[in-house]
């Protein structure tokens, strides 16, 4: 199955940006063929969907908590996936994992069961 990797995290003040990047882990599986979203878990939360890009990017999806401030992406050359993630707040502090997705009313869900170390975002003064 696809094995996606992240990269991009790290430490930022109240209102700044990060941009995430996922990747697959073996350079011959094409990105372009899925639907890849991103998903986060904080501290003592259960993991949540928080956005999803078709194929093709004929749509993206947000949840309600990022919408306006994130942004999700495609390269198809670079076979990335980036989360662009503006405006950020204490309360998006987590660990931010990549992974085939759908999206079920207003849930983000992976179709995948296989999940990577993820990114460690951490937003603080």
């Known amino acids: 199955q696809l094995q996606l990797v992240e990269s991009g995290g790290g430490l930022v003040q109240p209102g700044g940006s990060l941009r995430l990047s996922c990747t697959s882990s073996?350079?011959?599986?094409?990105?372009?063929?899925?639907?890849v979203g991103w998903f986060r878990q904080a501290p003592g939360k259960e993991r949540e969907g928080i956005s999803c890009i078709s194929v093709r990017d004929r749509y993206t999806y947000y949840v309600d908590s990022v919408q306006g401030r994130f942004t999700i992406s495609r390269d198809i050359a670079e076979n990335t996936v980036f989360l662009q993630m503006n405006n950020l707040k204490p309360e998006d502090t987590a660990v931010y994992y990549c992974?085939?997705?759908?999206?079920?009313?207003?849930?983000?869900?992976?179709?995948?069961?296989?999940w990577g170390q993820g990114t460690q975002v951490t937003v603080s003064s």
């Open positions: 992974a085939v997705c759908t999206v079920v009313g207003d849930r983000v869900l992976s179709k995948s069961d296989y």
């Open positions: 073996r350079s011959s599986s094409s990105l372009e063929y899925y639907a």
